[in-house]
């Protein structure tokens, strides 16, 4: 899927469906980003093929990834799946075909095996790795608090010089960053190896404007509506 359109603004991506209006990874989050007009929707695939984030924050609602696609394939919307582990990546791929999803779908995962799987699968593929993985503990804490703002500074001067790395490594054409690491200098590290920037999770008008003006291609939210809003404004 091409996630940007020369000259125009970064596209909008609901996180979770739209976590910030309903519960995550459900029906509802799905219908709500739809609502919202984002340009797609992303939501977490599981080993069993189900929607969640982990093993511990299932939905009560619990939706199935065909009952996910099927209901996205009525939809003028991109599909975006992020995968939490490894090893199942042909059952997603197969259930992307069979709804003929293929064109309007992007994969991500923090897992260099599954991008690298899904380049030999389907090369034609947007495939994203994710940065940085859940052990780094930067999206789990509130910023720009004094120790995390200092952590991800370390991090973001790095980033230009990981970024062709993190592509190589993983076979991935497209990079998902977390917004903290965010810089014109990783952008511009990503778009010369062809590779559009995802970043995430913004969800406050400013953060928002503050990368769209360091030229990502692509804005994950909690909030799509609030997203879209500010962009257009």
């Not at 007009?37 to 609602?61: I, K, M, N, Q, W």
Request: overall charge neutral; hydrophobic content about 45%.
């Amino acid at each position: 899927m091409r996630l940007r359109v020369p000259g125009d603004g970064p596209l909008v991506i609901g996180h979770r469906g739209a976590a910030a209006v309903a519960p995550e990874n459900t029906l509802a989050a799905l219908e709500a980003a739809v609502a919202a007009r984002a340009d797609l929707v992303e939501f977490d695939v599981g080993p069993d093929l189900r929607l969640a984030h982990s093993p511990r924050e299932v939905p009560r609602e619990q939706v199935s990834l065909d009952d996910a696609l099927d209901f996205l394939r009525a939809h003028e919307i991109g599909v975006h799946l992020d995968l939490k582990d490894v090893g199942y990546e042909s059952e997603v791929l197969e259930a992307v075909r069979r709804h003929r999803l293929l064109e309007r779908a992007v994969i991500s995962t923090t897992w260099p095996s599954t991008t690298r799987s899904f380049a030999r699968l389907a090369p034609e593929l947007t495939r994203a790795i994710g940065y940085p993985r859940d052990r780094y503990g930067v999206s789990r804490l509130r910023w720009p608090e004094r120790v995390t703002a200092t952590a991800a500074s370390t991090l973001r001067q790095a980033m230009p010089l990981r970024v062709p790395v993190l592509l190589h490594r993983a076979h991935a054409n497209a990079l998902a960053l977390h917004y903290t690491l965010c810089s014109r200098a990783s952008v511009a590290a990503a778009h010369r190896r062809g590779a559009p920037v995802l970043a995430w999770t913004a969800n406050d008008p400013a953060t928002v404007l503050q990368l769209s003006s360091l030229g990502v291609d692509a804005i994950v939210s909690d909030d799509p509506a609030m997203a879209r809003t500010a962009l257009e404004g």
